[in-house]
Structures are given as C-alpha cells and as structure tokens.
C-alpha cells in the first residue's frame, strides 16, 4: 500500500513540475533518499543537508576532482611562519542570492556564528583552535589560531564551513528553510518528503556555470521507486542504488552506471554507555559473530572489508581486520563468560530511508541471534534517527555509514570521549587524536593516528564492517556529473544536460 501511495505521490510531483516547466527544457531530476533535516549547513551533520547545499553555498576552499584542495570563494590564502596566522584574499565581484557583495565581513560573521556556544553547531568543534578573525579591509580575511591546526583547511572546505551574508545573520534570517548563499543554484521551492527546486544562479562567479537551468532533488526513500523512475527516464540520477538493480537499468539501455569505491566507513555503532555492550568482551563477541565480507556483498553490493575507523584506500588507513576474524564458535564463547544469554534484549535502530543499512541490519540481527543474542530492529526516519540515535545515544546498535573527511581529525575527532554517539571514552586515544590535530606533516601526524586506530581497532566500539562501492547511475542525457573526492556530496556545477 505504502509503495503505491509512494508511486502515486511521486507521478503528481512529476506531472505538476511539467505543468511548471511549460515549454522551458526539463529539469535535470535528481534522486534523494530522504529529507534534510534542515538547509542551514551550520546547524547540521546530516549528509543528505550538506548533498543538498552543495549547490546553494560556497566555501573558501573546496577539493578539486583529486581530492587537493583549491581557492573557491579565496583566491589565494597563505599561512604564518608559525602556523598561528592564516589569511585569506577574497575573490572579487561574487554576489549573495539576494543581491549582497561578498566581503570579508561574511566571511567573519559566518565563522563567528558557528562558532557561537548559544548556537550550538554540531561542527563548531573543528574551528576550535580559531581565537579570533580580523577583516583588514573588504577582501582580506585573518584567522589568528591558538595552536596550529592541521585539520583547519579541509574544515573551511567542508559543507559546514560554507559563507552566509552578515546582513541576514545579523537579521536572524531562517537558513534552516530559504537559505542563501553564494551557490550555483537559488532555492525556488521546498516540499518536505517531495522535492526541493533550484534555478540557476545566472550571477554565478564562475560566469560558465552551471550549464543548465533547473535542479529538482526529488525524495524518495523506496529504492524500487528510484530503479523504476531511471528506467522511466522521470528520474536522471541516483547515488545510491542496490547491486541488485544493475542488470535492470543496464538492460533499459537508457542510463549509465559507474561503480567507483565511496569513502564511506559502514559500520555497526555500539553504545559502549550501556550494559551489557560496556563490556568489552560483549563487543568483541558481536564482531566475531559478524561476517563482514557477506554484509558488504550482499547489503551493500560489494566492497573492502576494513579493521579500524577509516575509510579503505585513505591515507591514513591502516589494517587491523585479522583482530576480529569471523568465528561464531569464538563469540559464543565470550558470551558465556560475561553472562549474556537470550533473555537480554538489544535495541537495533535503523534509519529507514537507506535500504541498505536495512538490509545490512537484517544480515547483522540474524548473525547476532546465531550466537545467542536477541536483537530487535526498530525502523525511524532520517530525522529521528539523527535526534534520537546521532545526537542523544538512545539504542544498542545502529547501522550507519560515515561520510569521509579531508583530514583524518574530522573523522577520528573527539572519539575516546563521551561526545561521540557511541559513548566509548578512552583517555589514551582522545589525546592521540587531540595531538594529531595539532601536529603538522603527514608522517608526524600518521604515527600518532595509528596508534589511536589499534586502540579503536581493538576495543571496538564499532563493528568496522567495510568501505563499500557505489553506483551513481544517470540518465544518458546528463553529461559531466560530479561528485566531491571523499566528501560524498553533489557537483551539479560541470553537469551538462542534452
């Protein structure tokens, strides 16, 4: 019933974005699994907000299709012999969607609203080390640094680092619901659980971009909708399709498909605040209950079992994956020391809009229950999963995949104390991690991360379960797509749509 509501729901969206196109060339219609949680890209760690906002704001520096990163918004940017001064030279001319100038005064306020404790940004953290931001005239930027911050760059070319006009901050505007910024697109139109319009900014800074006029991101969180919407040719493209699928859309002779390997850390999250998983011996039974190369096979369509909390293929990664080898006969027998028989029930919640994290957490619940464990699955949706689970630690296990980063701080940051939805606190590895943060040079900074991964990799306060493949099928009409190196989000600048 629900998937033909769904259908239904979603063959309206179409007709009415037709009846609004009129005679102007259709809109390049883009697949999302579910709603962002908010369009303000300060207020949030969502991945499907910072996917959306790609095309509505800029930041100072972004990464370029190798993953180096490169001027966006500053031209040019250079650093103090010391490591405490960063300065930043504005690109000239750029305009705000609603008219303002970009000056280095927006760049101040922006930082200095992250920044904020009343306005409590889940990404304030990376700009820490940041003690003051000076504006020496309109297109010049200064941050002064308590430490050096080796981490600091890839955070400005995050999507939370992304530049908002002081006017409107100073205003109080509503980013959550009509963000502006500088993007390549405007928002025209955002329908929860349907779709978000966006026009072209024809004031762009890149005066060639984008190449076409109008971006819909439709929501749908049914994977057999998506499948039948690219075959349809109603939908151009999708991140996020099962392996299972493939052979249909090749078939359809309409879509390309490419299978690149994501930065994506698939894991199953533990809450090490909660007994009996407080006990290390319970979560190292769970990881020798699981076999992790059938979950990446079969949950996830393939892909690189890894040991520790980093993305196969980073430079930073190193393997621990023969700590826990798959050995039920193993887990049984940890389970048996600790105690832990049936009559205990675990939580697992699932967010409900990624059919492969369901999947994944069938295949995890049925492993479990092999070696004795009751485990009971709860499905949520993607706002409640980020409250409930992300933010407040409220269940046993979850299944989640954790977007990359372009420093390892961002992805191994405040693990090893309380702040961290799994509650694992480990005083040796929080100040491993703190001092990589502060330590400058990839060798020097490497020595104190792996020590901190074979803590993780050995307390495992996750199942580290792999780095999967993705498939990114478009329509043959869509030329150029792009998606950032690590970062998992949507390029739309170079797409070109015959």
């Not at 102007?24 to 996917?51: E, I, R, V």
């Not at 971006?215 to 690219?230: D, K, M, N, S």
């Not at 826990?324 to 809009?353: C, H, I, W």
């Not at 150029?480 to 170079?494: A, E, H, I, Q, W």
């Amino acid at each position: 019933m629900r998937k033909t509501a769904t259908l239904a729901l979603l063959a309206a969206g179409f007709l009415l974005l037709a009846g609004l196109a009129g005679a102007a060339p259709k809109p390049l219609t883009f697949a999302l699994s579910g709603n962002p949680d908010t369009l303000d890209p300060q207020k949030t760690a969502g991945t499907l907000t910072f996917q959306t906002v790609r095309s509505l704001y800029d930041t100072l520096v972004e990464p370029d299709p190798q993953g180096k990163l490169v001027g966006a918004l500053a031209e040019r940017w250079t650093t103090s012999a010391d490591n405490l001064t960063w300065t930043f030279n504005l690109r000239k001319g750029v305009k705000f969607h609603n008219g303002d100038v970009l000056t280095s005064k927006d760049v101040k306020a922006s930082f200095e609203r992250i920044k904020n404790k009343e306005f409590a940004s889940p990404k304030a953290s990376e700009y820490a080390a940041i003690t003051a931001i000076e504006a020496p005239d309109a297109a010049t930027v200064e941050f002064k640094l308590s430490a050096p911050a080796a981490p600091l760059l890839a955070a400005l070319a995050s999507g939370w680092g992304a530049i908002l006009p002081k006017s409107l901050i100073d205003a109080g505007h509503d980013f959550a619901n009509k963000p502006v910024g500088t993007g390549p697109f405007v928002l025209k139109e955002w329908v929860r659980d349907n779709r978000i319009v966006l026009a072209k900014n024809p004031e762009y800074w890149l005066k060639s971009m984008p190449r076409f006029d109008s971006l819909v991101f439709q929501i749908i969180p049914e994977r057999a909708v998506q499948v039948q919407g690219l075959i349809s040719g109603q939908i151009d493209g999708s991140d996020i399709i099962d392996q299972e699928d493939v052979p249909a859309l090749e078939a359809s002779g309409k879509v390309n498909v490419q299978r690149p390997l994501t930065a994506l850390i698939l894991v199953m999250a533990m809450n090490c605040g909660k007994p009996p998983l407080n006990d290390l011996r319970v979560r190292q039974a769970v990881n020798h209950a699981i076999d992790k190369q059938a979950i990446l096979d079969v949950a996830y369509g393939g892909g690189q079992p890894i040991g520790t909390f980093m993305n196969y293929g980073n430079a930073y990664y190193k393997d621990f994956t023969s700590l826990y080898p798959y050995d039920p006969d193993r887990a049984k027998g940890l389970l048996a020391q600790v105690g832990v028989t049936e009559d205990t029930v675990f939580e697992m919640v699932l967010p409900s809009n990624y059919p492969p994290h369901v999947k994944a957490g069938e295949m995890y619940q049925e492993m479990l229950s092999k070696v004795g464990l009751n485990v009971q699955i709860k499905q949520v949706d993607w706002p409640t999963w980020l409250k409930d689970v992300y933010t407040g630690a409220k269940y046993d296990f979850t299944v989640i995949g954790h977007t990359g980063k372009l420093d390892p701080d961002g992805t191994l940051g405040g693990y090893g104390t309380e702040k961290r939805y799994v509650r694992w606190v480990n005083a040796q590895a929080a100040e491993l991690i703190a001092k990589g943060a502060t330590t400058i040079g990839y060798e020097n900074r490497r020595k104190l991360y792996d020590q901190a991964m074979e803590i993780m990799a050995k307390e495992v306060p996750f199942v580290f379960t792999g780095t999967s493949y993705r498939r990114i099928v478009t329509n043959k009409r869509v030329r150029g797509f792009r998606m950032d190196p690590v970062l998992d989000t949507f390029d739309f600048r170079y797409t070109e749509v015959q």
